[in-house]
């Protein structure tokens, strides 16, 4: 126990784009570990990546670049390990990292409620204008005028993606009464068996749904799966919902759906150029970025700031499991969490 506390305290992790509630929770989670921990709030990039010399891994999030130059840099700087404290890792170059025997973990299931149930709520608000209701309401303004929804009950609900989140999702839109359709190239046949839900090709997704929610992994084949093409073939009024990835959907094509009336709703937790503002205050600024400046003067879109893993059970989550991930890989153990090349 003693040898393996000493090494412990010579593991030396630089943690990128940190904030205040992951400092908060991994010194929490830290205290069974004793690794050293420095955090940057700055984004990882060509730009930053030299600041890693001296460590042994490094800790990143969803809008950490590791691209081949980030990879080589961070092999010269004898980086051993990239930890993701996210599900997702489109954001790094597998090949770059397998090259410079970099290992990379991440956390696959931190909280899937979290998300599905934000997923829920983008709908919810969108459908009964809440966020707009509150205002008014704080205004003296007690109009009902445009504050019209719809019953959810028998709906079509179109899902992208049944894995853990999706299928959470599934569960609680069924108790809405919704109709539920699901598109995902390895379907989850327990989903069928339990009467949750219809798999069916993508295009009928599309053209059946009145709600699409998105919940699939960003890939080449999934990337901006939400284009002007997909659009045409929806429903007048549809809903969208993303929650996934903000490639997922193709911006420029959503705001021309949405000025055509086509697209009804929008509500998007992610967007694809969000590392350029989102986890900062912007409030002093003037925003650079036309596309994400259209979409907020909608009044039928709902923007969060990439919000949906955010609560308390995924974060004590994300801290354990990331640091577990390290923990495994410098005493020699089984990574569980790797990333497979």
């Known amino acids: 126990m003693f040898f393996e506390f000493i090494i412990s305290m010579k593991t030396k992790i630089l943690f990128y784009s940190a904030q205040p509630y992951d400092i908060e929770f991994f010194n929490k989670w830290n205290k069974n570990y004793d690794f050293q921990i420095d955090y940057l709030d700055i984004l990882l990039n060509q730009k930053t990546v030299h600041l890693s010399n001296g460590y042994d891994a490094i800790c990143i999030f969803v809008n950490d670049k590791v691209d081949s130059e980030v990879a080589k840099t961070l092999s010269e700087n004898k980086i051993k390990m990239i930890a993701l404290r996210c599900a997702g890792f489109n954001n790094v170059d597998l090949e770059s990292t397998k090259k410079y025997d970099i290992k990379v973990v991440r956390v696959p299931a931190y909280s899937p409620h979290a998300v599905a149930e934000h997923a829920v709520s983008l709908i919810l608000t969108l459908n009964r204008k809440t966020h707009k209701a509150y205002n008014r309401i704080r205004e003296m ?19 992208i993606g049944t894995g853990k989140i999706g299928s959470v999702f599934a569960e609680i ?4 009464g919704t109709e539920i359709i699901a598109y995902d190239p390895f379907p989850n046949q327990e989903l069928v068996e339990r009467n949750l839900l219809k798999y069916v090709e993508l295009n009928e997704i599309f053209s059946k749904s009145d709600i699409i929610s998105l919940h699939c992994p960003l890939t080449p084949e999934t990337k901006y799966i939400i284009n002007e093409n997909s659009i045409q073939m929806m429903k007048d009024g549809v809903m969208i919902i993303n929650t996934g990835r903000g490639a997922l959907i193709d ?13 009804g ?6 967007y694809e150029q969000e590392e350029k503002l989102f986890f900062k205050d912007h409030s002093y600024e003037i925003i650079e970025d036309d596309l994400i400046a259209r979409l907020i003067t909608f009044p039928n879109v709902l923007i969060t700031a990439h919000q949906a893993f955010f609560t308390d059970t995924a974060m004590n989550e994300i801290a354990k499991v990331t640091l577990n991930n390290i923990y495994e890989y410098f005493y020699n153990k089984n990574l569980v969490n790797q990333v497979a090349y």
Not at 141 to 159: A, R, Y
Not at 251 to 263: P, S
Not at 265 to 270: E, F, P, S, T
């Open 141 to 159: 303004n007690f109009s009902l005028n445009g504050l019209m929804g719809f019953d959810l009950n028998d709906k079509v609900v179109g899902i």
């Open 251 to 263: 911006t420029k094509a959503v705001i021309n759906g949405l000025k055509k009336r086509k697209i």
């Open 265 to 270: 709703y929008l509500g998007i937790d992610v």
């Open 173 to 176: 839109m069924k108790g809405f």
